[in-house]
């Protein structure tokens, strides 16, 4: 457009003009009146935009409400501008803020991160975390990141700059770190709470097991893989790995014990393994528990322990109550079987008074009475195997007893057995009965040499044996000290099934018409009836050793004096016989009778009272223990002993055990033991008047 | 950069081709376009069209139509070229300088 002047103007170019004018006058109007708030400005460089003030308005309005601080910053660190939240995170008023140095504000031990950050880096932003003390002195963590404010190349340098508190995030990192501890710690004390459940598990003896149906996986404690004896592969069994572990004639008791599981909840067996190290068959008992995960049964869990050993003790002690149960039996079989001897007997003395002189007949009375002593023989092992033996309780060497009859042993033994006596370390000493001893020893002898037919060794030795209360249990005898005399030999030995019949009365594993069967029975009921035990030790072919051991003592109790007679005493004097069987009244009475004495009878105490207090005159009362009604014998003799000091007392019975431990016996009041003859009558009952006479003599002394 | 904002079935028949200058999302820009808008429904519904430039983004499109001042609203057609400064508020002024009403007042 042609803007110089050249006259005459046209009607065109000067209306044209005048819109110009309009415009420019509308324009600077419009600008007058704020009606624009932007303008467009030449230069070298082109057109540039320039919005006016508050034009930037919405930016500002974005700048104020974020939650960032936000600066501008001269090129030294002066505050040109901060946002209100940049004031707030320092706590000052925005307006004591600018023109101050940001550097003012940074922790001191930040000032070379801060400087390294306000240095003229890239064009591109970059950031760094420090610490900004407020107007409490606090260090406030932010996040400072910076970029460069291109202004043109004239212009000072500026710096814009965006802070973000980092409090909060701190704080949930601190909070996440707390939670990270705490979790830590629980999982911690769980692990201990495991490892010490592992512990217990040990100490008692137990394996834990975890078993999962889905996988059919079993996870077991180290103590579990021991009881199973796998060794060296560490890790979780197969179900049938396991299951192939058991005897075959126990799996299918263990399969339906783990279906019932699945059913009932809970599982327990006790069964047999044989175990994968060393192939022995060991008792288990499994025990667990099903865990419901989310409704169904995900797993079972629980505890496995060896009890073989308990199975073993259980044996023992079934053992030694049949044992107990079959000497009661036969402790009550001998006792009448003693008065059926005692009425054969005493018949038998006196039908010899009757008897004609020839040799035949004599030979058959002999044979006759033979049997009876035999049969009285007999009765004693029995009675000595139920214990209702009267035992002589003392304190005993016994290798003073072994040497003692060590010529009869050696006898016994024959010439092609060795007999060895091993010396002990010290002569202990033990309560027991010698006499029993040397029976018990001698059976055990005759035993051994009888296990070796073709000769061999028999060795006796003693020794202390401390027994503690664990082993105690399994023998059914007290814990202590015990004296243990081993018989042992070199022979066939016996298999374990006949070791554990061996005590058993009428078992025998001789010939027909060798052995009655009651040896062993025997020296086992006097080793109980001593308070002790006996153990076996015996494998085929190898030999058999018998252990007896019986309580140490320490206190030499003299040995009691025995008495016995061999010959009939005949003697004077009025004697009361109180019995209540017959036949065996009968046979006293007449025995008496026979030698010489006058004799009354009575069937029970209280009938024999009566005719002490008729006044019939009575030297001697002979009375048995055990008779019915309220009055025993050995009350008898207690009221007869007060009423009536000066008559002569006597007992008599085929077994005495519980009737002694019952109510003890007058010290000076003897027992005579049935089957009794007419010479071990005669003479004890001489014994009994004599005792009363010399008490009669010298009455200060109470008994003989 | 401009941006067509012409309503659909536009028929070039004598209507009006306008053309708004604009410096970004300044208060009175957005405030310009608001009215221009608003004004075009009301007077010249069916025979508009707009075209809005942002001088903040293509600023050498300034030369073109000399503009000093934003916003700026110029008619292309019909012509003569017309021209509107300021936000467009007095709906009279713009009217007027747009020649759709006569400029009685002036």
């Not at chain 1, 209306?15 to 932007?38: K, M």
């Not at chain 2, 300034?62 to 007095?90: C, E, F, H, M, Y």
Request: with cysteine; net charge negative.
């Amino acid at each position: 457009m042609d803007r110089s002047f050249s006259p005459p103007l046209s009607q065109a170019h000067f209306d044209d003009l005048l819109e110009r004018l309009r415009e420019a006058e509308e324009t600077l109007d419009a600008i007058r009146h704020g009606e624009v708030d932007a303008v467009v400005v030449g230069g070298s460089s082109g057109q540039k935009v320039y919005t006016l003030e508050n034009a930037d308005r919405p930016y500002r309005v974005i700048i104020e409400q974020m939650r960032e601080g936000a600066v501008t910053l001269s090129a030294d660190g002066t505050i040109l501008y901060c946002n209100e939240r940049f004031a707030d995170i320092l706590g000052h008023a925005r307006e004591s803020l600018i023109g101050r140095e940001v550097l003012h504000f940074v922790a001191p031990a930040d000032t070379p991160v801060f400087a390294e950050l306000m240095a003229h880096g890239p064009a591109s932003g970059r950031s760094a975390e420090l610490s900004l003390i407020n107007a409490d002195s606090v260090g406030v963590p932010v996040n400072f990141s910076v970029v460069d404010l291109d202004m043109g190349q004239d212009s000072a340098r500026l710096l814009c700059g965006v802070v973000t508190d980092l409090t909060r995030s701190r704080q949930r990192s601190h909070e996440l770190a707390a939670a990270n501890a705490r979790l830590a710690a629980e999982i911690d004390v769980r692990r201990r709470a495991e490892e010490s459940l592992e512990v217990a598990l040990d100490a008692a003896g137990m394996g834990g097991w975890d078993l999962d149906l889905a996988q059919g996986l079993i996870h077991g404690s180290k103590r579990f893989d021991e009881i199973f004896g796998r060794e060296g592969t560490p890790g979780p069994w197969l179900v049938g790995e396991l299951l192939a572990r058991f005897l075959p004639e126990d799996r299918p008791a263990v399969q339906a014990g783990f279906e019932a599981a699945r059913r009932v909840g809970s599982i327990e067996f006790e069964l047999r393994i044989e175990r994968l190290a060393d192939g022995a068959r060991r008792w288990i008992h499994v025990k667990g528990r099903v865990h419901r995960q989310q409704g169904r049964n995900g797993r079972l869990a629980g505890v496995v322990s060896d009890v073989t050993t308990r199975r073993m003790t259980e044996q023992q002690l079934r053992q030694a109550q049949k044992m107990e149960a079959i000497g009661q039996l036969t402790g009550g079989i001998a006792h009448d079987f003693n008065n059926l001897l005692m009425v054969i007997g005493g018949s038998m003395d006196m039908l010899e008074e009757h008897m004609p002189g020839d040799e035949r007949s004599r030979r058959y009375f002999a044979a006759a009475r033979q049997g009876v002593e035999r049969g009285a023989l007999l009765n004693r092992q029995l009675l000595a195997f139920s214990r209702r033996q009267d035992l002589r309780q003392e304190a005993v060497c016994i290798d003073d007893r072994v040497h003692s009859f060590q010529g009869l042993l050696e006898r016994a033994l024959g010439e092609t057995i060795t007999l060895q006596l091993v010396e002990p370390e010290a002569r202990w000493l033990c309560t027991t009965d010698p006499h029993q001893l040397e029976t018990a020893i001698l059976n055990l002898a005759i035993n051994a040499r009888d296990a070796m037919p073709n000769g061999g060794t028999v060795s006796i030795s003693t020794r202390r044996v401390v027994v503690d209360s664990e082993r105690a249990q399994s023998v059914g005898a007290a814990a202590g000290n015990y004296v243990a005399v081993s018989i042992a030999d070199t022979g066939e030995g016996m298999t374990p099934d006949v070791a554990s019949k061996v005590f058993e009365p009428f078992f025998t594993t001789k010939a027909v018409g060798k052995g009655t069967g009651l040896g062993l029975s025997q020296v086992y009921g006097f080793v109980r009836q001593s308070d002790g035990f006996i153990t076996i030790d015996s494998t085929p072919g190898q030999g058999t050793t018998m252990t007896l051991h019986f309580p140490l003592t320490d206190d030499p109790e003299q040995a009691r004096a025995k008495d016995d007679a061999a010959v009939t005493l005949r003697g004077t004097g009025s004697v009361l016989v109180v019995e209540d069987d017959a036949s065996v009244r009968d046979i006293a009475v007449r025995s008496l009778g026979d030698l010489g004495y006058t004799v009354f009878e009575a069937s029970h105490a209280q009938s024999a009272l009566d005719v002490v207090a008729s006044g019939v005159g009575i030297d001697l009362v002979f009375s048995d223990v055990i008779m019915p009604g309220d009055i025993g014998g050995m009350e008898l003799v207690q009221r007869l002993r007060r009423s009536h000091p000066a008559m002569a007392l006597l007992l008599t019975s085929g077994y005495t055990g519980q009737a002694m431990a019952d109510q003890p016996r007058p010290a000076d009041v003897q027992l005579l033991a049935k089957p009794y003859t007419r010479a071990t009558l005669s003479a004890a009952v001489d014994a009994a008047l004599e005792k009363a006479r010399a008490r009669l003599r010298d009455p200060g002394k109470p008994g003989v | 950069m401009s941006v067509d904002i012409t309503p659909e079935g536009f028929a070039d028949d004598g209507s009006y081709n306008l053309r708004l200058y604009v410096a970004g999302q300044t208060p009175k820009s957005l405030l310009a376009i608001s009215n221009l808008k608003k004004l075009c429904e009301e007077h010249l519904a069916g025979r508009y069209r707009i075209e809005v430039v942002d001088l903040l983004v293509t600023p050498q499109l300034a030369a073109g139509d000399q503009i000093v001042a934003l916003p700026t609203l110029i008619r292309t057609l019909p012509p003569p070229l017309k021209r509107v400064i300021g936000d467009l508020s007095n709906t009279e002024k713009v009217l007027v300088g747009l020649d759709i009403r006569r400029r009685d007042n002036l």
